[in-house]
Nanobody
Framework: QVQLVESGGGLVQPGGSLRLSCAAS????????MGWYRQAPGKQRELVAV???????VYADSVKGRFTISRDNTKNTVYLQMNSLKPEDTAVYYC?????????WGQGTQVTVSS
């Protein structure tokens, strides 16, 4: 059974850093782009960053220059390095990927930025 499992969330002070990981497991034949999304309380889920299988990236304007998405195709894993975190970055972060022709979401990991 294919699944995506995130890790790396937690509580961090403003200006701090966190690194999220999302690993795909199961019988995987193809993974196209992989992305990170987030959902804050009372708000819609929004795109944070996407990376293609070739390494091209797209970022939301709100995180450009602070967040970096990367992937290790040998491990079917995508990462999100988050620097200079702000309270408005507080949200549940989800990874998403089309695997074997189906779209999968991870279970989410909480990121809280607070002093």
């Amino acid at each position: 059974q294919v699944q995506l499992v995130e890790s790396g969330g937690g509580l961090v002070q403003p200006g701090g850093s966190l690194r999220l990981s999302c690993a795909a497991s199961g019988s995987i034949f193809s993974i196209n782009h992989m992305g990170w999304y987030r959902q804050a309380p009372g708000k819609q889920r929004e795109l944070v960053a996407v990376i293609t299988s070739g390494g091209s990236t797209v970022y939301a304007d709100s995180v450009k220059g602070r967040f970096t998405i990367s992937r290790d195709n040998t491990k079917n894993t995508v990462y999100l390095q988050m620097n200079s975190l702000k309270p408005e970055d507080t949200a549940v972060y989800y990874c998403k990927a089309p695997i074997n022709g189906y779209v999968y979401w991870g279970q989410g990991t909480q990121v809280t930025v607070s002093s």
